[in-house]
């Protein structure tokens, strides 16, 4: 019997590129009626066979997967796993041609060029029709289990960087009610650095973000403690504290027992996503259509978001996981004070689409509900708004998100940047998020200013028209001699590469864009 071995999703050798909420990152297709993602989980689960092998698992050769390299029979091998894509080809939002280049070959890394927080192990479950009998790399990563770890010693990490001595390390001592662990980064931490904290039933996994690298301590620990972690960080010396109350006042002989990937220290991208379970405290309308959902996480869990990053929240429809992507905001334009690291509540604003798939699943959700929702994910850095002066943003739709707390960020926290100009792309005046709070803050602070660009005004309506093109951007940009500035964009796909393009004819470096694409 072929033994399908258990995977982690997202496989630790895939490569992170997601767009903003609710977009994909690559062009989509116009799909035929009755081709939608619910059409296809319908299909799926018709009880048709899929794969054209009436059930039955098989072992495929290399020679056998090439052979399977056409339209109407496509197979393709994604981390070891060979699936028969054929039935799939009209539901595909990407298209046939962009399928047909894994067409009898190993398209996992194509797969992760835009596709790695699609669950493809449920979406494609039906079209299963074995595993390589040689598993190319990128699946051994993925499938084998490190060796089980027997002791608090630091075990070898799976990719280890250069320098061994530059690892953190982390240490621990106790007084009769709390425990302490220490993480000595060996670095300094950016204020934007990250420390996410997770305890349920004993079990801590505490993960901290640096740069592109990712430090793990997993443990179950020695004996009972409440469920609340206080969390304290000095960045300028790379220190990190998290302390922990004790049920018993007994003084414990070791911090626990390791668990997977304890005390490693890898590139983030090769994590896998790791999921907590939120409760929906409350939602907010924002207009006819677009709404801010409350998330609140477990006592156990202490996690920041940090500014231009985004989560995934995963939910179960019709017995197949799906996943998408969402930037948080804070919970108004700018906020009173600043939130703390250890704020224990996520505001995601979220567009409903009656048609869509996920989004009506979330607008069905009630008041104490819940849902899965990932660690904080992507690339953008603020690293290049330390040195510039004047802020530009390009949003369109709910691209906005993200620019929410650059904004706030930028007008706030920011002794650096003089001027924040946002340019804002809707189709009608009613679509408009937030413009209370975008007007006000242009009215009462001289470094922010707003403009809003409906693609169909009403007839009363006197702000800019049309679309995106040079001449709008022309007007918008400007650059005093001398001075840095830095452009980021967001919205559907068609819109970002459209902006990015004209921008970079305007001689903007890639070094001064950021396209919240990945």
Same mark, same amino acid.
């Given at each position: 019997m072929l033994n399908i071995p258990t995977q982690?999703? $997202?496989? $630790?050798?895939s490569q992170q590129r997601v767009a903003p909420a609710g977009q994909s990152g690559r062009n989509k297709v116009a799909l035929k009626p009755g081709h939608s993602l619910m059409d296809w989980?319908?299909?799926?689960?018709?009880?048709?066979?899929?794969t054209g092998l009436r059930g039955r698992l098989i072992d495929v050769t290399q020679e056998e997967l090439q052979k399977h390299n056409r339209r109407d029979d496509c197979w393709t091998c994604i981390r070891g796993m060979v699936y028969n894509v054929t039935p799939y080809m009209d539901y595909h939002p990407g298209g046939e041609e962009e399928l047909m280049k894994a067409a009898g070959i190993d398209g996992t890394d194509l797969f992760d060029q835009v596709h790695r927080w699609v669950n493809y192990e449920s979406m494609l479950k039906e079209c299963l029709v074995g595993r390589m009998a040689v598993k190319p790399t990128t699946a051994v990563k993925a499938i084998i289990p490190p060796p089980p770890l027997t002791s608090l010693a630091p075990p070898v990490s799976v990719a280890p960087p250069p320098d061994k001595d530059s690892r953190p390390r982390y240490d621990w001592f106790q007084t009769d009610v709390t425990v302490h662990l220490v993480v000595y980064a060996k670095r300094k931490i950016p204020s934007s650095g990250c420390t996410i904290v997770d305890l349920e039933a004993g079990i801590l996994r505490l993960e901290v973000l640096l740069g592109k690298m990712s430090y793990m301590i997993h443990l179950r620990l020695a004996d009972e403690v409440e469920e609340s972690?206080?969390? !304290?960080t000095a960045f300028s010396v790379g220190k990190i504290q998290v302390t922990i109350r004790k049920q018993d006042k007994r003084k414990w002989t070791s911090l626990g027992q390791p668990l997977e990937f304890h005390n490693t220290f890898l590139r983030k991208k090769d994590r896998a996503l790791y999921y907590r379970d939120c409760v929906l405290v409350s939602k907010t309308e924002v207009n006819h259509n677009t709404y801010v959902f409350r998330l609140q996480f477990p006592r156990g869990t202490v996690r920041h978001v940090p500014v231009g990053k985004h989560v995934y929240l995963k939910t179960l429809i019709q017995d197949t996981e799906v996943v998408r992507p969402y930037t948080p905001v804070d919970e &108004?334009?700018?906020?009173? &004070?600043? !939130? &703390?690291?250890?704020e224990s509540d996520l505001y995601l604003m979220i567009?409903?689409? $009656?048609d869509g798939v996920f989004t009506p699943h979330l607008n069905n959700l009630r008041i104490g509900d819940q849902i899965s929702v990932s660690g904080p994910e992507g690339t953008f850095s603020l690293r290049p708004l330390r040195e510039i002066a004047y802020l530009y943003l390009l949003a369109a739709g709910t691209g906005f998100t993200p620019m929410a707390r650059l904004i706030r960020l930028a007008v706030q926290d920011s002794d650096t940047i003089r001027k924040t100009k946002l340019l804002f792309f809707n189709r009608r005046e009613e679509d408009i998020v937030w413009r209370c709070q975008l007007d006000e803050l242009a009215a009462n602070n001289e470094r922010f200013q707003v403009e809003h660009v409906l693609s169909e005004p009403c007839e009363s309506w006197t702000g800019r028209k049309g679309r995106v093109d040079e001449s709008m951007l022309k007007d918008f940009l400007n650059r005093p001699d001398g001075s840095k500035c830095y452009m980021c964009v967001c919205g559907p796909t068609a819109f970002t590469e459209l902006t990015i393009g004209l921008l970079k004819q305007q001689g903007f470096s890639e070094e001064e864009l950021h396209a919240f694409q990945g």
């Open positions: 982690s999703f $997202p496989a $630790p050798s989980i319908r299909f799926s689960k018709s009880g048709k066979d899929l972690v206080a969390v !304290h &108004s334009l700018v906020a009173a &004070s600043q !939130h &703390s690291s250890q567009k409903v689409y $009656p």
